[in-house]
């Protein structure tokens, strides 16, 4: 058996020590591989990058969420596109964890910009469909969940699933910027941050497969999270997949 031993000293000289680095900047660290190495993932980059900064989000950890925006804008994503995400997060994690994410963006592209660093803005959202709301989100929801929703929970409450078609997968699917897979990404790592809501995963496993989502970018999903955020939420993604299986061709 070996024993390692952290002492201030090498050889009899005084170790002098770097600065204090915080959680988030050291699971950062861990996610970037060094250069000139090729790390394969079945999510392209900024796929990847979206999956912090949806987790951070939703759990509202604002500081580890700086980190995590400023490697996505590092990535090449743009503003739009991490203002899309959180903005489609507010329909699973409410108004205050999206308008909280919202601000902490503002926050970092100021203070880049202040640093010289200007950032892509991206493309803007499309404007709000004036009407056909409703149609468009049941369509968008029967292609997502692979069949008209129905059943005994919207019998009894049908108008939560009007609000869900008519705003959820209407309004919000239709902004554009982010597309069905990208937003299916963004959800499941959201649910992921979330106590409690292993049901809405589970069913977001099967969509995100709906929506052109590999079981490898599925597990992708699981690995950032497991290096930028944590194995409790990267667990969760792991046994929501291993619960659904895939459909039978």
């Known amino acids: 058996m070996t024993h390692l031993v952290l002492t ?34 079945a999510l392209s980059t900024q796929q990847r990058a979206l999956v912090p900064i949806a987790a ?16 996505g804008l590092e990535a090449g994503l743009s503003i739009s596109e991490i203002r899309e995400a959180q903005t489609h997060l507010y329909a699973y994690v409410g108004f205050p964890r999206a308008l909280n994410g919202v601000s902490t963006l503002l926050a970092v592209v100021e203070a880049r910009r202040a640093a010289g660093q200007i950032d892509v803005a991206g ?3 499309a404007p709000f469909p004036d009407e056909g709301s409703l149609e468009l989100g049941q369509t968008v929801q029967t292609e997502l969940v692979g069949q008209p929703v129905t059943g005994p ?3 009894f409450a049908p108008g939560l699933n009007q609000l869900l078609q008519r ?15 990208a937003r299916e990404i963004v959800t499941v790592a959201a649910l992921a941050s979330v106590t409690g809501v292993e049901p809405q995963l589970r069913s977001h496993i099967a969509m995100s497969r709906n929506a052109g989502v590999s079981d490898a970018q599925l597990a992708d999903i ?8 944590g194995e409790l939420e990267a667990g969760r993604v792991r046994a ?9 061709p």
Do not use: C, M
């Not at 705003?167 to 897979?181: E, M, T």
């Not at 699981?222 to 955020?229: C, F, K, N, R, S």
């Open 8 to 41: 201030g000293s090498r050889d009899g000289q005084n170790v002098t020590w770097k600065e204090q680095v915080s959680d988030a900047e050291y699971r950062a660290g861990r996610s970037s591989p060094a250069p000139g190495v090729s790390t394969p993932a």
């Open 56 to 71: 951070h989000t939703a759990s509202g950890d604002l500081p580890s969420l700086q980190v995590a925006i400023a490697a």
């Open 123 to 125: 493309p803007e959202p």
């Open 153 to 155: 929970l919207f019998d």
């Open 167 to 181: 705003h959820l997968f209407g309004d919000l699917f239709a902004r554009g910027v982010l597309d069905h897979a």
């Open 222 to 229: 699981a690995a950032v999270l497991e290096q930028t955020v």
């Open 240 to 248: 929501a997949l291993a619960a659904v299986p895939p459909a039978q």
